[in-house]
């Protein structure tokens, strides 16, 4: 049996004031100027990942677990900053265990100075195991479980839809979904897991997976099951053009459905281990 462990929007971040997305982000009107917007981000300092506790209970959850492989799906950092990045490049590297993570929006974000734009290719150099051809590469594979990931973060001018879309929005561009597809059929492998950062069909404007139907059309034979993070919601499997999409809450920001680590157990199927923080520990829920 193959175990892999899941952590998923970490949001590690050099300062405790580091700007994160305010609440005041969805009382924006139309007739407030974009300095008035940017004044009133700059304002609100959110904390991101300086939970230490759950950090540390985090840390040591995965060391005393075993698993093949740690899978981050994005969102490692609060901004895409050298500085963020190497904060959770430097935990992650504590772990000593073997770990590989691709990229979510905020790690894309080049600095809260001009609204977070997206783009930043900082992540590829502070994390050079995720050297993907064409946004997409294969994060794991042994004996018949391949996994591979894709990058959907928006690229440098491409502010999504609707005001301040870029901050929590991904897109789906079909030459990623050729290369998915590509990969996936390279070997013969009973188990092909797609890792992403953005949910499917998340049911949120501000969070959505742009174009998603392109993912729809490839996902009739493709993947055995998705991974994904984002929307920091509780750890779920949902189903999405009916393969299984296998959810993970955030790790360590703080979130009113609680933090959440998956350990994905995969044999003749991929099955989703669930484990929130207590308040002490990481503890398996039903």
Request: proline letters at 5%.
């Amino acid at each position: 049996m193959i175990r892999l462990l899941q952590l998923s929007d970490l949001h590690f971040h050099d300062r405790p004031n580091r700007i994160g997305l305010p609440d005041s982000l969805v009382a924006f009107t139309e007739a407030q100027s974009y300095v008035e917007r940017l004044k009133i981000l700059r304002e609100a300092g959110v904390v991101g990942s300086d939970q230490t506790d759950v950090a540390a209970s985090a840390a040591a959850f995965v060391k005393a677990n075993p698993v093949d492989m740690v899978i981050v799906t994005g969102d490692v950092a609060t901004t895409g900053t050298w500085q963020d990045l190497a904060i959770a490049w430097n935990w992650l590297h504590a772990l000593g265990v073997p770990w590989i993570a691709l990229p979510g929006n905020h790690d894309r974000f080049k600095s809260e100075v001009d609204l977070f734009p997206p783009g930043n290719p900082q992540f590829d150099y502070t994390f050079p195991t995720w050297s993907a051809r064409q946004g997409v590469q294969v994060m794991f594979q042994r004996d018949n479980v391949t996994v591979i990931g894709a990058d959907f973060t928006l690229q440098a001018g491409d502010y999504g839809e609707g005001p301040f879309g870029h901050l929590g929005q991904g897109r789906v561009r079909q030459e990623l979904v050729d290369e998915l597809v590509r990969q996936s059929d390279l070997g013969t492998f009973a188990i092909v897991i797609w890792a992403i950062h953005f949910e499917p069909d998340a049911g949120d404007a501000a969070l959505a997976l742009l174009d998603d139907d392109l993912l729809i059309a490839e996902c009739t034979n493709e993947p055995t099951a998705i991974i994904c993070g984002h929307t920091h919601k509780a750890s779920r499997v949902k189903t999405f053009s009916g393969i299984p999409v296998l959810c993970c809450g955030t790790t360590l920001q703080e979130s009113q459905y609680g933090n959440w680590i998956n350990i994905l157990e995969i044999d003749d199927k991929v099955v989703q281990r669930r484990f929130k923080y207590d308040g002490t520990a990481f503890v398996e829920q039903a």
